[in-house]
Structures are given as structure tokens and as C-alpha cells.
């Protein structure tokens, strides 16, 4: 059974910094693609940043280019997003979600993610 398990959201200050976790149970973390959406009540949920299963490629819509960074530490199962620079505009639920298969590019679309965990709360404040 796959599980994955968010940690690290907050209340914080426009300007501040956050950085969120995902510890990935039940899958080898080097076998999967692994992403971060957002989702604000009543809108759809949103690509945020994505990694490869190697490592080797990222992308981040471009609201994030500059402020974010996602990273994964295989031996821990664990990948993580380091925001900084936050705005209140960047409030919401953020998820990680993992893909099913390796894939040599980053998907965008949150279809093509297998597994989600349960989300954590980011608010910033202006």
C-alpha cells in the first residue's frame, strides 16, 4: 500500500519561508516521478513543481520559477519543497502526488499521478 505523508505547512509572513516534506511509504522512491499541486477551496487543483524519478529534471510553473525548489533525498524516501519569497497569492493546500511508473519528463497534469497524500495548509500573510 503507497502512502504519502506531507509535514511542514504553516502561517507565515509575506517574504518568509517554508519548506514542506513527503515521506513516501509503500514505493521506492527512486522508481516514481514525484510532484507538488495547490489547491485553494472551489478552484482546481494546481501543478506547482515536479521532479523526475532520476533526479535529473525539474520543472515549476512559472508563478514559482525563482522562489521554489522542489529535491528528493532517495534514502530517505522523501522530497521536498523549498519555498521562499512567499506571497499571500501562494496560500493553499499543498499536495505531493507520485506517478506510477519512472517517467523521463515532469507531467503536469494531475491525472498522471497515482498516489496523493493528504495535503498541508500554507498561508501567508500580507
Known amino acids: 500500500q503507497v502512502q504519502l505523508v506531507e509535514s511542514g505547512g504553516g502561517l507565515v509572513q509575506a517574504g518568509g519561508s517554508l519548506r514542506l516534506s513527503c515521506t513516501v511509504s509503500?514505493?521506492?522512491?527512486?522508481?516514481?516521478?514525484m510532484g507538488w499541486f495547490r489547491q485553494v477551496p472551489g478552484q482546481e487543483r494546481d501543478f506547482v513543481a515536479g521532479?523526475?524519478?532520476?533526479?535529473?529534471?525539474?520543472d515549476y510553473t512559472d508563478s514559482v520559477k525563482g522562489r521554489f525548489t522542489i529535491s528528493r533525498d532517495n534514502a530517505k524516501n522523501t522530497v521536498y519543497l523549498q519555498m521562499n519569497s512567499l506571497k499571500p497569492e501562494d496560500t493553499a493546500i499543498y499536495y505531493c502526488?507520485?506517478?506510477?511508473?519512472?517517467?523521463?519528463?515532469?507531467?503536469?497534469?494531475?491525472?498522471?499521478?497515482?498516489?496523493w497524500g493528504q495535503g498541508t495548509q500554507v498561508t501567508v500573510s500580507s
Open positions: 502526488a507520485t506517478t506510477n511508473a519512472p517517467l523521463n519528463v515532469v507531467v503536469t497534469t494531475p491525472t498522471r499521478y497515482s498516489y
Open positions: 509503500g514505493r521506492t522512491l527512486s522508481s516514481v516521478n
Open positions: 521532479i523526475i524519478w532520476s533526479g535529473g529534471t525539474t
